[in-house]
């Protein structure tokens, strides 16, 4: 089954303590991205790629980091979460990335205390 | 950012009436997608209309998209109640791979 998986889907930390969210991807996608979603902002890229060892920041990138050593995977890590990071987020993949439909993953909530 | 704009932000129907929401974007766009999502989980695809297009179907749904306006709307004819969800519209800044969503319509379908 084509899909985009993510985990962990549920995840409390504390402030500080470095933890990565995984994303993968089976449909040979060159395009991943990730995107946080908070009430009333609607959803809003934090990093994304256009291919292997390719990334690029979206509108939110302060305080993640990203790497595509992979076709198929594309983690998002948080060095030092912080409060303000508490958010749902999605991994998205595509063919192209501009020119075709998203796919998205099921969601990780993090809450950072 | 280039934040999209949608709307209205929400929007409660009886079954059987037709559904409109818009959205305004701010930049020239390569093409427009529509999203929906159903409470806190993934978003799914519905439709992708092309800069060069008008209007576009797809079962009971309808784009259409005004390039000089900055606008494009979405009808669902027929309302269900398991169309209740959030609806979101969405474009890559064009001739980049960045891409910008509306704030979403959430939609309520009362059976």
């Known amino acids: 089954e084509a899909q985009v998986t993510q985990n962990p889907r549920y995840l409390i930390t504390v402030t500080g303590k470095k933890l990565t969210v995984t994303c993968s991807q089976n449909?040979?996608?060159?395009?991943m991205s990730w995107y946080r979603q908070d009430p009333g902002l609607g959803l809003r890229q934090i990093y994304y790629?256009?291919?292997?060892?390719?990334?690029d920041k979206g509108d939110v990138p302060e305080g993640y980091k990203v790497s595509r050593k992979e076709k198929r995977n594309f983690p998002l890590i948080l060095e030092s979460p912080s409060p303000n990071q508490t958010s749902l987020y999605f991994c998205?993949?595509?063919?192209?990335?501009?020119?075709?439909?998203?796919?998205f993953g099921p969601g990780t909530r993090l809450t950072v205390l | 950012s280039q934040q999209g704009e949608e709307d209205p932000q929400a929007l409660s129907i009886q079954e059987g009436e037709n559904a409109t929401m818009n959205c305004s974007y701010k930049?020239?766009?390569?093409?427009l997608q529509w999203y929906r999502q159903n409470s806190g989980r993934g978003l799914v695809h519905l439709i992708l209309?092309?800069?060069?297009?008008r209007e576009k179907h797809s079962g009971r749904l309808r784009v259409t998209l005004d390039t000089s306006k900055k606008s494009s709307s979405l009808l669902i004819t027929a309302s269900r109640a398991a169309d209740t969800a959030s609806y979101f519209c969405?474009?890559?800044?064009?001739?980049?791979?960045?891409?910008?969503f509306g704030t979403g319509t959430r939609l309520k379908v009362l059976a």
């Open positions: 998205a993949s595509s063919y192209t990335g501009h020119t075709d439909t998203q796919y």
């Open positions: 449909m040979n996608h060159e395009y």
């Open positions: 790629s256009m291919n292997v060892e390719v990334t």
């Open positions: 930049t020239s766009i390569n093409n």
């Open positions: 209309i092309r800069s060069n297009e």
């Open positions: 969405a474009t890559p800044y064009s001739g980049t791979y960045k891409y910008i």
